[in-house]
């Protein structure tokens, strides 16, 4: 069974530009989950979304969004970019057997 | 809503020591558990977790403790090994993981360095 897949693997922007993330889940799962891994704030949680609705949805400022298709893929999408946003942006895929959530390698993001 | 306090923030151990860390969480209706290991430039990993309805769960050299009346949980790692080294998260749901949500908190990490 295929893992969790986000790309790119890597992205450099500048301030100001908006950026797209893509995920894709474990085959069958239906929840994906998007945090954001920073040396400072360590992991923090953005939003889940299942059956292409947000479900849950941490504090982060409304440049951040996200969206699922019926096929589970989810992007998420950051607009404005600032220094700040500068991190690893993490999703995970859970829905199977139990809660179980297993994360893709990730996309570093670098904003300057 | 659900706070994750984890300690020590570096720990570091002789090859074949034992380590332990610790987690508090706040919200007591957390049912759900789970423990990740995190290698320098790779994804979480999930490595256990564990459910309210148990106390303890052992898979090979680690197990997690859990006590629902303090509500803390604790990772054991036994007979450490260089490879063990890493950055070792804890979590707890927002909330019951009943529905399938999944929303995890996550505490602040371990760094483990296992020496030679």
């Known amino acids: 069974k295929a893992g969790v897949t986000q790309t790119p693997r890597y992205l450099i922007k500048t301030r100001g530009q908006q950026v797209t993330l893509s995920c894709s889940p474990i085959?069958?799962?239906?929840?994906v989950s998007w945090y954001q891994q920073t040396p400072g704030q360590g992991l923090q949680f953005l939003f889940e979304?299942?059956?292409?609705?947000?479900?849950n949805k941490g504090n982060f400022p409304g440049r951040f969004s996200g969206r699922q298709f019926s096929n589970s893929r989810s992007e998420m999408n950051v607009s404005t970019l600032e220094l700040g946003d500068s991190a690893l942006y993490l999703c995970?895929?859970?829905?199977?057997?139990?809660?179980?959530?297993?994360f893709g390698q990730g996309t570093r993001l670098t904003v300057v | 809503g659900e706070n994750v306090e984890q300690h020590p923030s570096t720990l570091s151990v002789q090859e074949g020591d034992s380590a332990v860390i610790k987690c508090t969480y706040s919200?007591?209706?957390?049912?759900?558990f789970p423990w990740y290991k995190q290698e320098l430039g790779k994804r979480p990993q999930l490595i256990i977790d564990i459910r309210s309805n148990v106390g303890e769960k052992k898979d090979q050299r680690i197990a997690v403790t859990l006590n629902k009346t303090a509500k803390h949980f604790s990772l054991h790692i036994t007979e450490t090994q260089p490879e063990d080294s890493a950055v070792y998260f804890c979590?707890?749901?927002?909330?019951?993981?009943?529905?399938?949500?999944?929303?995890?908190?996550f505490g602040a990490g371990t760094r483990l360095a296992v020496h030679p």
């Open positions: 979304y299942f059956s292409e609705t947000q479900r």
């Open positions: 995970a895929s859970s829905g199977g057997t139990g809660p179980e959530a297993f």
């Open positions: 979590a707890a749901p927002q909330g019951s993981t009943t529905g399938g949500y999944n929303k995890l908190i």
């Open positions: 919200d007591s209706a957390s049912n759900y």
């Open positions: 085959s069958g799962h239906r929840s």
